[in-house]
């Protein structure tokens, strides 16, 4: 791939490497869901997967470029539509400041979605999305371009979206922003259904204890390097665990 800037292959290679690392932590939902990153300087272009593929089938070379719309750059002969993209390009369209989005509908994820309380704050990864959980009423598969008003209503200024009864979104600056946001979701979903089912009262934490672990999650994300910490040493203990992702990748 001769035709793209080297800012592009740049965030071509850390796209690959998420959609890998959601694999390997075993957060796929077969071919289906997206990890979208918009276009370096652009406003409506974005790299999002191949319809069809498995996430450790992504490579740098073959993702494709789509507008807002879900609309396919280039030949659409050549590769199928990207299917569902409404989502993503909703939330890409509204927010200048999400730059990469993942959706995923993981076991416990999905389940802490079908509860009227959503995600728990009594956990240590809950505590940290106090207030920060945007929730949007189940209206069926998430295709069609008349729910984007409302989702981007349920949505707000938050950057995680949970979708009643289906799945979770989150936003974020950057692909490894948006890779730790994940982590934290999905880490408060798993500890909410195992104290669910352990008999007994959960251990409440204060809302101004909250509010403070809230606060100082969202600066970690935005004001510190953790997450690029945390997504590079995740892609090295992948790689060295699969060896190479993809044909030609020697990093
Ligand atoms: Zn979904």
Redesign the pocket.
């Known amino acids: 791939m001769t035709d793209v800037s080297s800012d592009e292959w740049r965030l071509r290679v850390r796209l690959a490497e998420c959609y890998h690392l959601v694999d390997y932590f075993g957060w796929t ?1 077969m071919i ?2 997206h990890i979208s990153v918009r276009l370096p300087g652009e406003t409506r272009r974005y790299l999002v997967n191949a319809f069809g593929l498995n996430y450790d089938e992504i490579s740098p070379e073959n993702l494709l470029v789509v507008n807002a719309d879900g609309k396919l750059e280039g030949d659409p002969a050549d590769k199928p539509n990207p299917a ?1 993209f409404a ?1 993503h390009g909703a939330i890409h369209a509204a927010r200048d400041d999400v730059h990469c989005i993942i ?1 995923t ?1 993981t076991s416990e994820v999905s389940a802490v979605a079908v509860k009227q309380g959503g995600f728990s704050h009594d956990n240590f990864y809950g505590a940290q999305l106090f207030g920060r959980v945007g929730y949007h009423a189940f209206e069926g ?2 295709l069609y371009e008349e729910e984007r008003p409302r989702m981007l209503e349920s949505l707000g200024d938050k950057h995680v979206l949970v ?1 009643r009864n ?2 979770v979104a989150v936003g974020e600056s950057d692909i490894a922003r948006a890779f730790f946001l994940l982590w934290t979701v999905q880490r408060a979903a798993e500890i909410q259904c195992h104290a669910g089912m352990i008999p007994g009262p959960d251990t409440p934490i204060s809302d101004k204890i909250r509010a403070a672990c809230a606060r100082d999650a969202a600066w970690v994300i935005s004001s510190t390097n953790a997450a690029d910490k945390m997504f590079d040493a995740a892609v090295r203990k992948m790689r060295r665990e699969r060896g190479p992702l993809w044909h030609g990748d020697n990093a």
């Open positions: 939902e289906f869901n569902g989502l959706h509908h598969i998430t979708l289906h799945g």
